[in-house]
């Protein structure tokens, strides 16, 4: 482990893996807080690791301190869930492997997805302590377990990596049954927008430091698009990846794509798109963002055939057939449309799009008892001013005032001091 004033997460993280580990390292980076000594009352040899703003060195100055045959890492504020501990032994029998991915199941405070992940967002704390205040998660794999080996070592100053450097001794990675819960996203929102800030200044200096690595430059184009919403500096970053290797990665293609549809670019996405033959699921996703484009240029009839592809590659992504139900609606094709939202909404319900589009599609088809009676079941899932006053707004238009102003009222009761709601209850 690297630490850095842990002192709050590091117990739970240290009694997680006790018992299941004969040796327990912690590379401590510059704490104040007590670290070192409550991770040496826990048990951990402790040694200080000077940052130098660069993941890889300190994470492979921790991995020079082990004597064992295999490598767990884990961060403060993660902990090796209770079901793993006696499947990790018989793991570390099978000669050709070098690695295994584990899942990495990212705790968050809220039970709705969206953006980019949303459709791997599931309800509830599943596996969480109960002093954690998850209401969903979202699984990712990751390889965390792996053999010392002199040659295996981190690399990349952030978004480390130690895949190619296994690979490259003609080791395997597998999957391996393991969890990992990871409770970061359970911060406050100033110290997660830290963290982004964080990572931020060190993919600006991964690029710095290889600038015609086109992998550093997709790495910052995500975080300047999808964290900060900085879209020109996303689209040089992009850009560039592109002009150091077309052939790299379909990645920058798809992200440069999704950011242009999002700033209403769509002509230049769909442009894009047409340059380059994707395969494979990605192919599906080139799709989903021609049907988005198609979508807002309001080119239903393409929209719905390129979601329809979408769909045939990407059949679990309750996001493509909730817009490909909303398109079929707005096409005249309700029954159709709506059969199909309500079949996505049933399969994901914790998915926000999805819900979102019914009530649009219920508005568009003018069937509005249906819109108000979904919008109120939004608002009450996921109580906040806009859902809340989207509920009262459509039982307003129905002429149905006192609802609305009842609607208000109940939102009041939760978010008091609101300015929306208390301008809305004014005017009702």
Request: proline residues 5%; charged residues 25%; hydrophobic residues 40%.
């Amino acid at each position: 482990m690297i630490v850095k004033n842990a002192a709050k997460t590091l117990r739970g993280c240290l009694a997680s893996v006790a018992g299941v580990v004969s040796q327990m390292v912690v590379a401590d980076t510059g704490s104040d807080d007590g670290t070192p000594d409550l991770a040496r009352a826990s048990g951990a040899e402790v040694f200080h690791f000077p940052w130098q703003d660069d993941f890889s060195q300190a994470r492979n100055a921790a991995i020079q301190a082990v004597a064992t045959d295999w490598v767990l890492v884990m961060d403060d504020d993660e902990e090796l869930a209770p079901e793993g501990r006696n499947k990790i032994a018989s793991l570390l029998t099978r000669a050709a492997i070098g690695g295994y991915t584990v899942t990495q199941r990212n705790h968050i405070p809220v039970s709705f997805g969206s953006g980019g992940h949303a459709a791997a967002v599931k309800p509830g704390g599943l596996g969480a302590p109960p002093r954690n205040a998850a209401r969903g998660y979202a699984d990712f794999a990751s390889c965390r377990l792996f053999r010392r080996h002199p040659a295996i070592r981190y690399a990349g100053r952030v978004h480390e990596q130690i895949e190619p450097q296994i690979r490259g001794l003609d080791l395997k990675i597998a999957p391996a049954d393991v969890v990992i819960h990871h409770f970061g996203h359970l911060c406050s929102p100033a110290k997660l927008h830290s963290k982004n800030e964080f990572y931020r200044k060190l993919g600006r200096l991964k690029v710095q430091d290889s600038p015609n690595d086109p992998q550093a430059w997709i790495e910052l184009g995500l975080q300047e698009y999808e964290q900060f919403k900085n879209y020109t500096a996303g689209i040089a970053c992009f850009q560039e990846a592109l002009a150091l290797d077309p052939t790299y990665s379909t990645v920058p293609y798809l992200s440069l794509a999704n950011l242009y549809v999002e700033i209403r670019a769509e002509g230049l996405a769909l442009d894009l798109l047409s340059q380059v033959p994707i395969k494979g699921r990605a192919a599906g996703v080139k799709e989903d963002i021609c049907g988005d484009a198609f979508h807002n240029l309001g080119l239903l009839k393409k929209a719905r055939v390129a979601y329809l592809r979408a769909q045939r590659i990407l059949p679990e992504d309750e996001r493509i057939a909730s817009k490909l139900g909303l398109t079929e609606v707005r096409l005249g094709l309700r029954e159709t449309g709506i059969a199909r939202l309500t079949r996505s909404l049933k399969r994901n319900p914790a998915l926000f799009e999805t819900h979102d589009r019914l009530i649009k599609a219920y508005i568009v088809a003018n069937m509005l008892p249906q819109a108000a009676e979904a919008a109120e079941r939004l608002a009450t899932e996921l109580p906040n001013a806009a859902t809340i006053l989207r509920a009262a707004s459509i039982r307003a238009h129905m002429k149905q005032s006192q609802a609305a102003a009842d609607f208000v009222m109940r939102g009041l009761e939760q978010f008091p001091h609101d300015a929306k709601l208390l301008q809305a209850r004014a005017q009702s």
